[in-house]
């Protein structure tokens, strides 16, 4: 007998939820601050496990990007007035668990390598994805100094995800095989 499924609920909002788009939008910004800090303290761990000369290049770089990036999301922060303030971002804190146990998963070389890279490409679609946002509502709330900064790290990040496809598929996935 198959099984029935629960009907699908409202759900009630917290007291704090965000009513209007601007509130919605300093959320995204605190989940971001609080995901670029959170990788900062991760990238290091990625550097130090990978093999790949160009991988550890490619993380060393992006920590100096990711550092800029935190920097623009102060004065993002600034532009609205607000104070930078930081909020659990559960996707990023997910993502960073999971990286993490790709590496006790794989032994060291090529193939750990392949799963940083794997780890590494996740957190940046959901950069990317997050950003693209961020920016699209900046810009309809009349943001035009937030939505240059946030389009400047989400271009960055784009470069990032595409540097990591390349070392992947010219060297890295190579030598897992």
Request: charged content about 30%.
């Amino acid at each position: 007998m198959p099984q029935r499924k629960a009907p699908a609920k409202k759900i009630a909002a917290k007291k704090d939820a965000a009513q209007e788009l601007l509130e919605f939008f300093e959320d995204g910004l605190k989940d971001m601050y609080w995901a670029e800090k959170a990788l900062l303290k991760a990238l290091p761990l990625m550097k130090v496990n990978a093999s790949s000369a160009k991988l550890k290049t490619a993380i060393d770089d992006h920590i100096a990007e990711t550092q800029q990036h935190v920097t623009r999301l102060e004065e993002v922060f600034a532009i609205l007035g607000k104070k930078a303030k930081a909020e659990k971002c559960d996707a990023m804190d997910g993502l960073l668990k999971e990286g993490k146990s790709i590496l006790k998963e794989t032994e060291p070389g090529a193939v750990r390598d392949a799963g940083i890279i794997a780890a590494s490409q996740k957190v940046e679609h959901y950069e990317i994805a997050t950003y693209g946002t961020l920016a699209t509502y900046a810009s309809q709330l009349g943001h035009k100094d937030a939505v240059s900064l946030l389009k400047s790290t989400l271009q960055e990040e784009k470069n990032c995800d595409k540097l990591l496809s390349k070392i992947a598929v010219s060297e890295v996935n190579i030598k897992a095989k």
